[in-house]
C-alpha cells in the first residue's frame, strides 16, 4: 500500500509534520515508545487493533523518516527492537500537549494518565 500525502505545493510546515505523524497509529507508535525501546511483539500486543502488516508499514516509515531507530541483534531467535530518534523526542511534549488539550477539552471523559516524559528528559530506554 502506497503512502498517502496531503498536497503541500506551499511547503507548509504544518502539512510536511502531519505527512509524517498524522495517522492514527504513529502518534500512538512514538507514545508508546517514549519509555523506552521496544520489540514488534510487544507493540503489536499493546496495540491489539492493528495488523501485523500495518504495523510493519508504519515502523518502516518512522524509521524511513528519521524518528525511529531500528536495531538488529544477531542472536537465535533473531531479535529487533525499535527505539525512538532525538527527532521523535522532540515530538514528545507536542504529543503531551495534544494528551491535556484532550483533558482541557473534554473534562467529562475519564483519561488515563499520560505516561509521556516531560521537560526533555530522556526516556530510560530498555527498562520497559
Not at 507514545?31 to 520489540?39: A, K
Not at 500486543?45 to 525511529?68: F, H, R, W, Y
Not at 471523559?109 to 516531560?118: D, G, H, L, N, S
Request: with cysteine; hydrophobic share 40%; net charge positive.
Amino acid at each position: 500500500m502506497a503512502r498517502k500525502y496531503i498536497d503541500n505545493p506551499n511547503a507548509c510546515s504544518l502539512v510536511h509534520t502531519m505527512n509524517i505523524i498524522g495517522n492514527k497509529w504513529k502518534p500512538i507508535i512514538l507514545y508508546l515508545l517514549s519509555n523506552g525501546s521496544m520489540r514488534f511483539g510487544m507493540l503489536n500486543a499493546l496495540i491489539p487493533t492493528i495488523s501485523k502488516k500495518v504495523l510493519t508499514n508504519q515502523l518502516k516509515e518512522l524509521e524511513n523518516d528519521g524518528l525511529l531507530l531500528r536495531q538488529s541483534f544477531a542472536e537465535i531467535p533473531p531479535r529487533v527492537e525499535y527505539s525512538l530518534t532525538e527527532k521523535a523526542i522532540g515530538l514528545l511534549p507536542v504529543l503531551r500537549m495534544l494528551s491535556d488539550w484532550a483533558n482541557e477539552a473534554y473534562p467529562e471523559m475519564e483519561f488515563e494518565q499520560c505516561r509521556i516524559i516531560e521537560n526533555g528528559k530522556k526516556p530510560a530506554y530498555n527498562n520497559v
